[in-house]
């Protein structure tokens, strides 16, 4: 049986629960090496905290580097959790506490530790995304800026422009060099609708996708749609949650296959026949397409969807 250990991670410190006991570290080495010596005292240690922002990241890495269980929760899960109880109040320590029972009632799977080829392609894709986004930033600010300004920012542009290329190079020659990457990189790529960088982005952040049933996959893309009737009252369904990553590479793909691929535009047709609105139709695109590149990922040799 596991021993939980729950942890309220913030960006200088770490609140840790255990059932009869609690103690405050620093969120750098020193505080990870004390909690990984305290851990290896307990029978099946399983260490459980929230996703928050980044700043668990080096947590992660020490446990998985121990070979120590994890399981790294949403934090809407858990404050649902805490509502549920009647908990309204916040600090770190009742954070910690309510982590703790949380874990203890939910049956939950250990994180896996990526492969360094995984962590080197989830870490420059991340990156790439900070980037794109701030060089949208810099476009729409040339368009307001005075005529001073708009040197610098042309420099600025080219500078994040030069960065994103040496990141895709590099992302490029990771795939190359890593044979299931690779593999599955050609596999995804031959489906129309789906580039490089959605391809690049499924293989880095839903690495599990050849593991999960199909219901656990686009519920964790966040492509699922979730009912709302009440009685007689029938609501339209909706997407929620997931990975954020996946579903924004998703919908740019989706909507591209709806021009291109013959498969998914006959689809998306039929459904805009039926009356559905264009964007529930391309989110009901994202979950075709999703399923059927899990379907190729698990059978490289099946017909594709062109």
Excluded at 61 to 71: F, G
Excluded at 194 to 201: A, D, I
Excluded at 259 to 274: A, F
Aim: proline share 4%; charged share 25%; aromatic share 4%.
């Amino acid at each position: 049986m596991n021993t939980i250990i729950a942890i309220d991670v913030a960006k200088d410190s770490l609140e840790v629960r255990f059932t009869n006991d609690s103690l405050s570290l620093h969120n750098n080495s020193s505080g990870f090496e004390k909690l990984i010596a305290r851990c290896r005292t307990l029978e099946s240690p399983f260490v459980v905290f929230e996703a928050t922002g980044g700043y668990e990241q080096a947590l992660k890495r020490a446990l998985h580097d121990a070979n120590i269980e994890l399981c790294l929760v949403t934090p809407s899960r858990v404050r649902a959790f805490a509502l549920s109880e009647g908990l309204k109040a916040k600090t770190d320590a009742i954070d910690a506490a309510m982590i703790l029972r949380f874990a203890q009632e939910k049956r939950l799977k250990p994180t896996p530790a990526p492969t360094a080829s995984q962590a080197k392609l989830t870490a420059l894709l991340d990156r790439r995304n900070h980037l794109t986004e701030q060089l949208a930033r810099e476009k729409t600010r040339r368009q307001k800026v005075c005529d001073l300004i708009i040197p610098f920012v042309d420099q600025m542009i080219k500078h994040i422009e030069a960065q994103l290329q040496e990141i895709e190079r590099q992302v490029s020659i990771l795939i190359r060099e890593t044979p299931e990457m690779r593999e599955r990189d050609q596999i995804f790529q031959t489906v129309k609708g789906v580039g490089e960088v959605t391809s690049w982005t499924l293989t880095a952040f839903l690495p599990e996708m050849t593991t999960l049933t199909r219901n656990e996959m686009v519920a964790m893309a966040g492509v699922a749609p979730f009912n709302r009737d009440s009685g007689r009252q029938i609501k339209r369904r909706s997407i929620q949650g997931g990975r954020g990553k996946i579903r924004s590479v998703l919908f740019m793909a989706a909507q591209t296959a709806a021009i291109h691929n013959p498969v998914i535009k006959t689809y998306v047709q039929g459904l805009r026949d039926r009356g559905k609105p264009y964007r529930c139709a391309i989110v009901a695109a994202m979950r075709k397409l999703l399923i059927h590149l899990r379907s190729l990922a698990n059978n490289p040799q099946k017909s594709l969807a062109v």
